[in-house]
């Protein structure tokens, strides 16, 4: 899975919306829109504050670690 799958299929999981996790992580509503359609991904320091969100490890989110999902 990519970046933008694994994200969508967290957010979805955790019934968490696009507008609530760009508030819980400080960052824009577009950000959050530009990762969940693939158009961007994010950099290093937010990939952190995005698996601590969901309790997952940076593997999981970049798709190496697909068993943790």
Same mark, same amino acid.
């Given at each position: !899975?990519?970046?933008?799958?694994?994200?969508?299929?967290? !957010?979805?999981?955790?019934?968490? #919306?696009?507008?609530?996790?760009?508030?819980?992580?400080?960052?824009?509503?577009? !950000?959050?829109?530009?990762? #969940?359609?693939?158009?961007?991904?994010?950099?290093?320091?937010?990939?952190?504050? !995005?698996?601590?969100?969901?309790?997952?490890? #940076?593997?999981?989110?970049?798709?190496?670690?697909?068993?943790?999902?």
């Amino acid at each position: !899975m990519q970046f933008n799958q694994i994200l969508r299929h967290l !957010m979805e999981e955790n019934a968490i #919306t696009p507008r609530q996790l760009a508030k819980a992580l400080r960052i824009s509503l577009v !950000m959050i829109n530009n990762f #969940t359609c693939g158009a961007d991904e994010p950099d290093i320091g937010l990939l952190k504050h !995005m698996a601590a969100f969901f309790h997952v490890s #940076t593997d999981c989110l970049i798709g190496y670690d697909s068993e943790a999902l």
